[in-house]
């Protein structure tokens, strides 16, 4: 019998809190940009599939990747409401993968799931919170839209900490890292749904078909040896889609050693749908930054988005579970 864990310790100053998490009012705008299947799988190979050491295995489904700029205008800690409220910005890059299994020497399609290499927070609390309860990859970011006030802009931008040369003279600061832009001649950014959707796209599973194809979803999934039926293809869409982590924290003793490392998963329940709007015509351009290798690590590079769109939920992003633990050497 396993040991209990140690009980958390609570204290002052403290931006770690337990989930739920809710987010109303919350705003997504989605890009889909096309990379390297490759790039990918090596990524996913690397940070997922290695330290879960065959206790659970990811498989990249395509070419394709989803930038998003999220808004969440009121979010909080469901057991600690009392504490209020904050707002915060994100921006992603979500890879979508099939989570396998191996029956009778047959892979097999288990869950739709979600891996997100790079992700940017403009708050401090989400940002903690996030990497240390579920093992987010999240860092600091300023974040831009369309509608700002007083916004000169006419798309959407992204800042980091970073750099674009590594040497012992280059100073780490901020910096640019991508933009999304209507192309010259195309219209504004989807706005976000506030009325009622409409009714072809009037849940989240039926939005995610859409962006499925457009992704070259399920299709590719035969040049990877599984055979997934259409049927079963439509369950794995209407099925919740967890995010999957590689959870870790650096060892304080050691130089390469990491002190905890697991493979984890949670979801997140939408209580709400206002609707998905699409639109076309935007240029994604990104930084070559040493700091950041974007194009290297997932084949992306600046490209006309082969899709937009603008969706208004509230969610809950609930508690997870731990797949996979790595142990001390």
Known sequence: MSPSPPRYITHGGMQSWPPPIVFQDATLHGFVLKGSHAAMQS?????LNEPAAGAAQYLVLSDYALL????FPHSYFASMQQMGWSTEREVGIWIPVIKLSVQDGVKVAVQLCCFTPYIFVDNAV???AGREVYGFFKEYGWISL???PGSAASGYGLETIGAKV???QTEIK??????VTPTSGAGAAPAAPAAAPTAAWSSPEEAMVRIARVMGLPHSLAAEGLQLAASEWDRLLKVPTPLVFLKQFRDVGSNTDACY???????AAVSAFRGVEFASGFDFELQDLASHP???DLGITSQSVAMAFSSGFDMTFLGGTTLAKGAAS
Do not use: C, K, M
Not at 68 to 71: G, K, N, S, V
Not at 174 to 179: A, H, K, P, V
Not at 261 to 267: G, L, P, R
């Open 68 to 71: 998003y700029f999220a808004t």
């Open 146 to 148: 369309p509608d700002d």
């Open 294 to 296: 974007i194009g290297t």
């Open 43 to 47: 990524q996913v190979d690397t940070l």
């Open 261 to 267: 490392q697991a493979i984890t998963e949670a979801s």
């Open 174 to 179: 901020r910096i640019g890292l991508l933009t």
């Open 166 to 168: 590594f040497s012992p």
């Open 126 to 128: 989400a940002l903690t």
